[in-house]
């Protein structure tokens, strides 16, 4: 089982989230970055067009084995799964069809989920706005794991399994920490989503559905892909409570892994965030970043130091709703 990790509680801080200082920093420095913001034209394309590959691979699964199933499920589909869950991410920034258009950018959402098999995108939306403005914040920000996963989960074992169950506890951690009336939009959410899954179902049987199923809930949990849950707000190195990632697989995601530029301007859509680091690279190129997602989960495995407790947790003022 190993050793327990040291750490026995999070980091408590007493500051602001460093995010707000940069960007009004930067943006009196380089005050064209704000041209960066706005939708992005291609994203409605490139996530039309994934939605509509699953679909395609409904049809092409319904008579694997399967074995097949959950290995395509897990190589090819759950890729494709988790890719969309982060153009949600983008979409709920408003960045396919801009901020004045927040209706069509719910519901392209919707679309975007579609593949994912149960709803998500309107309780992810809901979130997420508090993960930006509470950073750390709480019983406020979802994203930090509750007293009991850092507790239990402290050796490689049980870490290794917090991992591979990190999607049960990401859907189950906000009706703890922050439960939120259920809005008429997740309620539209899960109609729209269940009554997909009946109709692929009525058409082409049961291993479509759990291909789809079975590629999320294996995709966004123990997969070179997820090493972005814990690469973003992970400390890795004592007072940094924000990583990026430049690597490769930020072609598959939306660049999530431009993490640090994504919080400082999170209104610029993900192609856009590398231009933010070239043109203030003085502010990103020194700090601390990743260079692998898989090096992360290994590390957070096997590193004694690190755990679920491994994050930065701050007492947060509950801003007034305008």
Partial sequence: MG???????????????????????????????????????????????????????????????????????????????????????????????GNKQARWNRWFAVFANLPIGVPYSASFKKYHIDHHRYLGGDSLDVDI?????????????????????????????????????ITRMEILNALVQFSIDLIIYYLWGLKPVIYLIAGTILCLGLHPISGHFIAEHYMFLKGYETYSYYGPLNWLTFNVGYHMEHHDFPSIPGCRLPMVKKIAAEYYDNLPHHQSWIRVLWDFVFDDTLGPYSRVKRLCKLAKES
């Fill in 3 to 97: 050793n327990r990790v040291t750490r026995e509680d999070f980091e408590w801080v007493y500051t602001e989230q460093p995010h707000t200082q940069r960007r009004k920093e930067i943006l009196a420095k380089y005050p064209e970055i704000k041209t960066l913001m706005g939708p992005d034209p291609h994203l409605k394309w490139i996530v039309s067009g994934m939605v509509f590959t699953q679909l395609l691979a409904c049809y092409l699964v319904k008579d694997l084995s399967w074995k097949w199933i959950f290995f395509w499920a897990y190589a090819f589909g759950g890729c494709i799964n988790h890719s969309l869950t982060l153009a949600i991410h983008d979409i709920s920034h408003n960045v396919a069809f």
């Fill in 145 to 181: 794991p509750t007293d009991f996963e850092g507790w239990f989960f402290c050796t490689p074992l049980r870490k290794l399994l917090w991992l591979f169950l990190q999607p049960l506890f990401y859907s189950l951690r906000p009706l703890y920490v922050n439960p939120k009336a």
